[in-house]
C-alpha cells in the first residue's frame, strides 16, 4: 500500500469529532450498520479524504462507548468494500475510491413513470388487466379458497416431506413431475374427452407462464395471433408484450367468429376459450369448432385452446375439450388449478402435440428455471387419491347455488330490464347494460360502495363500440351474502340508467 500524503496524521485528529456529531446512541439502528452509514457517506461525499488516517479501533470505540468489536467490523466491512486499506503496523487509511464518470448533476425533477419505462413497458402498465383487488364480491376470477381441505393437503404435504428426494428439491427438469402429468392424463382423458398421454403434458407455473412459452417458441415479433374479443386480458397482455400482431375477433353466440376478410390472412395462432367463452360464458358449438380445426389445419395455424373453469356446468354437461377432435396435432391445450383448488397454488399445465413436447419442456427450464416439484408431487397424490374430485363435486354443489342465489337477486332488482349473460358455467356472469351506460364509472362508484366488479368494456381489444356490462364472481361470496351485497351493486347501477 503506498504511503498516505503527508499531514494524513494531523488530519485523522478531526475524524472522531466527524463521527461523534453524527452517533446517537439513543439511535434504534444498530451500531454497527449506524457507523458504518457515517463512515461511508463521509468517504463517498469526499468529506472523509483519500490518505486520511483511520483513528485506532480502541480509539474510537472509547470515544462512541461502544464495543470495540463492532468497531473492528466496521472497519473490515469498509476494506472488504474497497473504502479504506489497512497495513499491519500502519493503520487504516481511507482509499481513492476513482474520480466519478461524470460530474454530479444538477437537482432535477423526478422524471415520470413514462420516462422511466420502455414504450412496450408503459404500454403494459397503462393497459394492464390485474385488479388490485382479488377478493371479495363480486371480484370475477376468484375461487372459494375458503373450503379447500387444508387438513387433507397438509397431511400429503407432511408425508411427502418424510422421504423427499434430493432431485424434488433441486430445478425441475422442465416437463415437470412425473407423477403429476400422468395424474393430470388421467383425469383429463376421463373427465375432458382430451386425448392425451402423460408424456404430453408439460407442468407450469400458471396460465400466464404457459402463454409465454407458447409465445416465444412458436411466434416472432410482429407475427399476428387471433383473439377472441371481448377476450382474456391476460393472454392479450402476453402477446402484446411479446410484440405479436394483435387481431381481434368478434364472438357470436357459437363462439369466434371471423369475417371472411380475417380468414383470408390466416394468424400464426388463435387463442380460444371454447367451453366457456371468458367473459361472455357463449359455449362453442360443434360445427365452429370443426371450421376452425379444419382451417388450422389447412393454414397451419396453432389453435391455443384455454379451458379455465370447464369443471363447472349447472344443468348441462360440459362439451368435450376442442383438442379431443383434432387430427392433425394443431392444438395447444391450456389448463389450471387456480380456479379449482385456489390461485396462489402456481399450478398449470400444458397438453401438447408430441413434436412440441421436448422443446417446450427445454424453453421452461432455459427461461424459468422452474422448480415447486414438492408442491407438484403433493398435488400428484391429491388427484390420484381422489381427494380432487371429490373437491370439485363439493364445490360444484356450492357454485351452483350461488350462481342460483346471484341470478335470483338480479330478477329481484332488475326483472328482465338487464340481462344476465353467460351465468350457466363457470365462476362469473355478466350483467348487460345500456350502450350508453359508462360501465367503468358505474364499477368505480360500485368499489366506492364496498363491491368489486370489472366493466366490460375493459376486455375488448377494439374500444370503438365495446359491450357494455359488469363482470359479478361470485365464488368467493357465501350464497347468504349474495342478496345483499348485489343490493348494494344495484342502487350504484340505478344511478346510472
Known amino acids: 500500500m503506498p504511503h498516505p500524503p503527508s499531514g494524513a496524521s494531523a488530519r485523522a485528529a478531526a475524524l472522531p469529532d466527524f463521527v461523534l456529531r453524527q452517533f446517537d446512541r439513543h439511535c434504534p439502528e444498530p451500531d454497527h450498520r449506524q457507523l458504518y452509514r457515517i463512515l461511508q457517506t463521509g468517504i463517498r461525499g469526499s468529506v472523509l479524504t483519500p490518505g486520511l488516517k483511520l483513528p485506532p479501533t480502541r480509539t474510537l470505540a472509547q470515544a462512541l462507548g461502544i464495543a470495540r468489536n463492532t468497531v473492528v467490523h466496521v472497519y473490515e466491512q469498509l476494506a472488504l468494500e474497497g ?39 408503459g404500454q403494459l402498465v397503462d393497459e394492464a388487466g390485474a385488479g388490485p383487488l382479488q377478493w371479495g364480491a363480486f371480484t370475477p376470477g376468484v375461487p372459494e379458497v375458503r373450503m379447500f381441505p387444508a387438513q387433507v393437503w397438509s397431511r400429503l404435504q407432511a408425508r411427502l416431506w418424510r422421504s423427499v428426494t434430493p432431485q424434488q428439491m433441486s430445478y425441475a427438469t422442465g416437463h415437470g413431475d412425473a407423477g403429476l402429468r400422468e395424474a393430470v392424463a388421467t383425469y383429463l382423458q376421463g373427465t375432458r374427452g382430451v386425448a392425451c398421454t402423460p408424456e404430453q403434458v408439460v407442468i407450469t407455473s400458471g396460465t400466464q407462464q404457459s402463454l409465454q412459452l407458447v409465445a416465444q417458441l412458436l411466434a416472432d415479433p410482429g407475427d399476428a395471433v387471433w383473439l377472441e374479443d371481448p377476450g382474456y386480458w391476460g393472454a392479450r397482455s402476453v402477446f402484446k408484450a411479446m410484440g405479436l400482431k394483435l387481431v381481434p375477433v368478434s364472438v357470436d353466440a357459437e363462439g369466434l367468429a371471423p369475417t371472411p376478410q380475417q380468414r383470408r390472412d390466416p394468424p400464426k395462432a388463435m387463442f380460444v376459450s371454447p367451453s366457456h367463452q371468458y367473459p361472455t360464458g357463449a359455449l362453442m358449438s360443434h360445427g365452429r369448432r370443426r371450421q376452425l380445426l379444419d382451417y388450422a389445419a389447412a393454414h397451419g395455424v396453432w389453435i391455443v385452446e384455454d379451458d379455465y373453469d370447464s369443471e363447472f356446468r349447472y344443468g348441462t354437461r360440459p362439451l368435450p375439450a376442442l383438442q379431443g377432435l383434432d387430427e392433425h396435432g394443431r392444438v395447444i391445450y391450456l389448463g389450471t388449478f387456480s380456479k379449482t383448488l385456489f390461485p396462489a397454488l402456481r399450478l398449470a399445465y400444458l397438453v401438447l402435440p408430441p413434436d412440441l413436447v421436448d422443446a417446450f419442456a427445454r424453453g421452461l ?133
Open 83 to 121: 473504502y479504506v486499506q489497512a497495513g499491519v503496523g500502519r493503520g487504516t487509511f481511507v482509499a481513492a475510491v476513482g474520480p466519478r464518470l461524470v460530474e454530479r448533476p444538477a437537482a432535477t425533477r423526478r422524471p415520470t413513470r413514462g420516462a422511466l419505462l420502455s414504450r412496450r413497458g
Open 365 to 497: 427450464s432455459e427461461l424459468y428455471r422452474e422448480g415447486q416439484t414438492p408442491q407438484q408431487a403433493v398435488l400428484a397424490r391429491f388427484l390420484s387419491e381422489g381427494h380432487y374430485a371429490t373437491h370439485i363435486r363439493r364445490m360444484r354443489a356450492v357454485y351452483g347455488a350461488r350462481h342460483d342465489a346471484l341470478i335470483a337477486a338480479i330478477d329481484k332488482h332488475f326483472g328482465g330490464a338487464l340481462p344476465a349473460i353467460g351465468g350457466d358455467a363457470g365462476l362469473h356472469l355478466v350483467l348487460g347494460l345500456p350502450p350508453l351506460v359508462d360501465d367503468r364509472a358505474v364499477a368505480q362508484k360500485a368499489q366506492r360502495a364496498g363491491v368489486t366488479t370489472r366493466p366490460l368494456s375493459l376486455y375488448h381489444v377494439r374500444q370503438s363500440a365495446p359491450a357494455k356490462g359488469l363482470l359479478l364472481g361470485y365464488g368467493a361470496v357465501r350464497e347468504e351474502e349474495i342478496a345483499s351485497q348485489f343490493a348494494k351493486l344495484a342502487r350504484v347501477v340505478q344511478t346510472f340508467l
